[in-house]
């Protein structure tokens, strides 16, 4: 039995008639899953129906789902690695490809450990819950609970690219405990990114999408996934040493991307053509030390980084005044220093150990001998003159230092600078010398020094704001600088992300210096085309295609309404005045139907149009819309 013929759409398995386009989520049920996936209707398991392929990776896929026992959607993640098995297109059964039976077991027995990780987790921490998981075609399936959640990466678009950082701290206190807890268990997700946190109505933020570590490293047996901006430096390699720390980083750099609207840049660029703006040069609500912290926590080399989640949590939720400005970090994540000395790489925890018991055995042993000197009359007077002796010998060697030192002061200045000695001092003659009249002259104006050329040479100007370098009067005279603004999607409006020539390099005194500067997320408000014709919004949306340089994704269909003249557009999701990103927001726009359509076609639409429980179009305020995601 196909999803239609059970009354469910695939794309959010909310209740529908027939196929087409879901008017609950506006999912075209005409739509096949990719050919080497599972296809919308398959039973798993004698329980579980399949629904649209949600995402996919290089370890499996995720799909919408139904479970058919408990009544409700459901997640599926199904371990599938297709680099090294394959599908039968009969009966959905997995195989592995041959040679690689021992590693398709290998990577399973990796996945149960996953899920088992996400059960053992409190129902308290902020991750989705697995409710079940089931064998079949030869693989396995992680059921997990839907959550009314959207990607953080999407609500930061919705409430306007940013979070307040009070908000943010608030935000991410409980998410770092989540991990923290993990990391008790030594299990580490390393993909905490925008795309992989979720965020539902009470605005609590969700984990989710954990994955085979082979798929969060790059140069492993499988194609890696890696969120540039997020995933640390010791990801992209398979000789890299992951731990902990790993998740810290991306935690710091996401709590980066919420205060300040700006995706951190690829860590492995970070000291070489990239660098990262310190968020106190930024913000104005965030302390130096908050600021310090994040850079801590992102710093390059994993052994100079902030090591625990817990570690990292602390500094975020302290007040301001509870750090040390001894102990503040300079924010250059290319090359992460301390403003004191940097402290060393913490030993591995048995070397640690060791270390704490030799200290130990150190001061118990010397204890010892001062408990066994008191009482013994003999030792005591000993070490009392031992350390008489002691200090009459420092003070010697002090005065006679202090002798030394006064005695060749007054060799050298006596020899090669006799004008230092006052001229009454004894046994020196005063200088003979004949006073002349000056003469008073106007100062002359200062003039550059010929010798000292201008600075050429190319400072980091990405990341920083438009505003800051046209106010800097260094900065304009010494480069003809040119800005060229264009809408982005991952940075904020007035931001410089890119730079031509890159820092560093040196250019002829007023040399152009080309930046990019982010416009912000290109947002498209929708036109008020009610009562158009197809053929008057074909050529409106033609127009905004063409002066945004953008493809609109848009579908007309037919609709009866009684109040509509036929061949006049009835209504539009979005709706009139409604903005909406071009690049990804599908548009339905309902046109009236024709006059030669029959009378019984037009009764079935317009019971059809009028079916309760339909979200209306026209509520925008809400960044949660009604759909399980």
């Known amino acids: 039995m196909s999803m239609s013929q059970a009354g469910l759409c695939i794309g959010c398995m909310s209740e529908m008639e027939g196929d087409g386009i879901c008017p609950a989520c506006g999912y ?62 009969s009966d959905g059964t997995i195989t592995p490809l041959p040679g690689m039976g021992a590693q398709y077991k290998a990577l399973m027995s990796e996945f149960v450990d996953i899920c088992n990780a996400v059960k053992r987790l409190s129902v308290s921490d902020s991750v989705i819950p697995i409710e079940n998981v089931v064998a079949h075609n030869n693989t396995l399936y992680a059921i997990y609970k839907v959550v009314k959640v959207i990607p953080l990466e999407e609500y930061l678009g919705r409430v306007g690219g940013t979070i307040p950082v009070k908000k943010a701290i608030r935000l991410f206190a409980p998410l770092c405990e989540t991990v923290s807890n993990m990391h008790a268990r030594d299990d580490i997700h390393r993909g905490i990114s925008p795309q992989t946190v979720y965020v539902d109505r009470s605005e609590t933020l969700y984990l989710w999408d954990f994955a085979l570590a082979a798929t969060r490293t790059g140069g492993s047996e499988l194609a890696a996934e890696l969120f540039d901006g997020y995933a ?22 996401l709590f980066y991307r919420c205060v300040s609207g700006i995706n951190p840049p690829r860590s492995t660029m970070i000291g070489t053509q990239r660098s990262v703006t310190p968020l106190a040069d930024l913000l104005e609500d965030i302390s130096p030390a908050l600021s310090d912290a994040v850079a801590d926590a992102m710093g390059s080399a994993a052994g100079n980084r902030t090591q625990t989640m817990a570690s990292f949590a602390s500094k975020l939720t302290a ?36 270390l704490d018991r030799m200290s130990t055995d150190s001061r118990t042993s010397r204890a010892r001998r001062l408990d066994g000197d008191a009482g013994d009359p003999v030792r005591e007077r000993r ?46 003659e005063p200088d003979i010398s004949v006073s002349e009249p000056v003469e008073l002259s106007e100062p002359e104006e200062s003039q550059p020094d010929e010798s000292q050329p201008a600075d050429t040479t190319v400072p980091s100007f990405v990341g920083m704001l438009r505003e800051e370098v046209e106010a800097n009067e260094d900065w304009n005279k010494r480069f003809t600088i040119e800005y060229n603004e264009e809408y982005t999607d991952t940075y904020a409006a007035g931001i410089i992300y890119d730079q031509n020539p890159s820092q560093g390099a040196t250019v002829e005194d007023r040399g152009v210096v080309r930046l990019s500067v982010s416009k912000g997320k290109l947002m498209l408000e929708m036109p008020d085309i009610k009562d158009m014709t197809e053929e008057e919004i074909r050529e409106v949306f033609a127009k905004l295609s063409e002066e945004h340089d953008v493809v609109l994704n848009y579908s007309i269909m037919e ?21 909406f990103d ?17 009378e019984a076609v037009e009764s079935s639409s317009s019971a059809s149009s009028s079916r309760p429980g339909r979200p209306s179009s026209s509520d925008s305020s809400d960044p949660f819309p009604e759909r399980d995601r």
Not at 34 to 61: D, F
Not at 395 to 420: E, K, S
Not at 561 to 577: F, Q
């Open 28 to 89: 075209d049920n005409t739509q096949p899953n990719p050919e080497q996936y599972l296809q919308p209707g398959t039973i798993v398991a004698s329980r579980y129906a399949v629904g649209a392929l949600r995402s996919k990776n290089s370890e499996g896929a995720a799909y919408i789902g139904y479970d058919g026992e408990k009544d409700c959607p459901v997640w599926i993640r199904e371990y599938f690695p297709i680099a090294i098995a394959t599908r039968s297109r």
């Open 232 to 253: 640390a430096p010791e990801q992209y390699t398979s000789n890299g040493w992951q731990g902990p720390w790993t998740d810290v980083y991306a935690m710091a750099a």
């Open 319 to 354: 007040p301001d005044d509870a750090y040390s400005t001894a102990s503040t970090a300079v924010y250059d994540l290319g090359k992460l220093t301390a403003r004191t000395s940097p402290a060393p790489s913490s030993p591995p925890p048995a070397r640690r150990a060791q």
């Open 383 to 428: 070490n009392k003159e031992s350390e008489e002796v002691s200090v009459k010998y420092v003070a010697l060697a002090l005065l006679c230092t202090v002798l030394i030192l006064v005695g060749i002061i007054w060799f050298v200045t006596t020899t090669y600078f006799p004008d230092m000695i006052p001229s009454d001092s004894p046994g020196r």
């Open 559 to 579: 609709r009866y309404d009684a109040n509509t003249e036929p061949g006049k557009i009835i209504s539009s999701i979005p709706a009139v005045g409604e903005e």
């Open 582 to 598: 071009p690049k990804s927001t599908p548009i339905f726009i309902y046109i009236s139907l024709k006059p030669d359509i029959s």
